[in-house]
């Protein structure tokens, strides 16, 4: 189980409850966006495409200097902040319908906004939570937000198609953005004062000094941190840098951004088959992805125990191999309740499969990297992987127009099943958890 019934404090339940209701938010506006470009707006295939991938891109590209920026400054700010743009943003989709102006270049705009924000507050939360945690409890915190996740999957979608049925379109957006205000109000109910991170210029001195800074660091608090003037340009590259320079990181990292990308792309293909072809009824579709979400939850309850038993790089490695092994299995979907039941069990067992893998992926990035490079370096594996995924996507409908959509999809889960190979071979013991 993840964790049990272990108490992690006051603080990380305020963390926990404001990423709970957030997720909630989202999942029941999941693909609000492109049904609203479709039923509000008209637009065609290619239109919802470009909104997709555009958005991701754009938002990725927008998020590379928040991370130098956020580094050096207290992580509640900047959460907070957050939250409060990716509410604002959202309620001027709602407010644009209401007076007949809204368009698909708002839309366009909103999603660039809320995709970069949504980085930012990924990076700042998890270089705050590395604070908030002891090294020994991390699994346990990222195995209940990935246990939230997954149970907010499972439920979110069904609910928002049944919300906008009965009260038009714009609910779920509306939902969305309360979410992010409640979030907001719930970070700023965590009391204490934060740590201040050590900076890129402390990070370069000579090594008996920096042990000196960090153990200062850690036992003292700073009311209020600010960015050391050094901070330059040549501190944007400093994340990527880490992780390509990392033993564990670097194949860690290329095994998930091809992972993540190969699954996606090829969701809207599906979709189109499914829906289209195969003539299955939208709420057969929702059915399909929702019911296996519950191998999630299984898989994060599973976390923590797999690793105690058998060690964080066994499962890594075993987990993130047989999670490569179902997609291909979509390929062979057909009408039908045999080809219902063939998408449920291979989407339950690729969830169950990253239910485990995530949180203990998360636990092994934030122990390997040193507290001055925490967020910068969590904005640079969520940018190159949010961009990795939109240019995926992208090229696979290039492709389904040329092979249709089985073959593209097909394609994906062949090449899913090389990917193990870039996973780490070997166990690291040098890890970075508030010491080297």
Not at 324 to 331: D, E, I, S, T
Not at 386 to 406: C, E, I, K, N, Y
Request: charged residues 15%.
């Amino acid at each position: 189980m993840a964790g049990g019934g272990r108490s992690l404090g006051r603080r990380f339940g305020w963390l926990w409850a404001a990423y709970a209701v957030s997720t909630f938010g989202t999942r029941l506006a999941f693909d609000a966006f492109p049904l609203i470009a479709v039923v509000v707006l008209h637009a065609g295939a290619t239109e919802v495409a470009l909104l997709a991938a555009s958005g991701l891109a754009v938002g990725a590209v927008v998020a590379v200097p928040l991370g130098a920026w956020v580094e050096f400054r207290r992580k509640r700010p900047v959460m907070i902040a957050a939250d409060l743009v990716r509410c604002a943003a959202l309620l001027s989709v709602p407010a644009a319908f209401a007076l007949d102006e809204l368009g698909l270049g708002q839309l366009l705009v909103v999603s660039v906004v809320v995709a970069a924000a949504d980085i930012t507050f990924g990076a700042a939360s998890g270089a705050y939570l590395k604070s908030l945690v002891p090294p020994e409890d991390l699994l346990v915190a990222n195995g209940r937000f990935e246990a939230t996740t997954w149970t907010a999957t499972a439920l979110g979608p069904p609910l928002g198609g049944v919300a906008i049925g009965v009260f038009g379109p714009m609910t779920t957006v509306l939902a969305d953005a309360a979410s992010y205000l409640l979030s907001a109000l719930g970070i700023r109910a965590i009391s204490g004062k934060e740590r201040q991170q050590t900076g890129s210029r402390q990070a370069e001195r000579h090594p008996a000094e920096r042990q000196a800074t960090d153990r200062q660091a850690t036992d003292r608090q700073y009311p209020s941190p600010a960015a050391p003037a050094g901070l330059r340009m040549s501190d944007l590259p400093a994340g990527w840098q880490h992780i390509l320079t990392h033993p564990t990181l670097r194949p860690l990292f290329l095994n998930t951004l091809l992972v993540n990308a190969l699954i996606m792309a090829p969701a809207p293909l599906l979709a189109v088959l499914m829906l289209g072809q195969l003539g299955f009824a939208p709420w057969q579709y929702g059915l399909a992805f929702a019911v296996p979400c519950l191998g999630g939850l299984l898989g994060s309850r599973l976390s923590r125990r797999l690793v105690a038993r058998h060690g964080r790089h066994r499962v890594l490695l075993t987990v993130g191999t047989l999670r490569a092994c179902w997609p291909v299995g979509l390929a062979f979907v057909g009408p039908g309740t045999p080809g219902l039941l063939l998408v449920m069990a291979v989407e339950f067992g690729l969830i169950t499969c990253m239910g485990v893998f995530t949180p203990v992926l998360a636990t092994t990035r934030l122990d390997r990297t040193p507290p001055d490079r925490t967020t910068r370096t969590l904005s640079a594996w969520s940018i190159t992987s949010r961009t990795t995924t939109a240019t995926m996507t992208a090229l696979w409908g290039l492709l389904a127009s040329q092979t249709g959509p089985r073959t593209a999809i097909a394609l994906a889960g062949v090449l899913l099943l090389a990917t193990p190979l870039l996973l780490p071979r070997h166990e690291q013991v040098a890890q970075h958890s508030g010491a080297t």
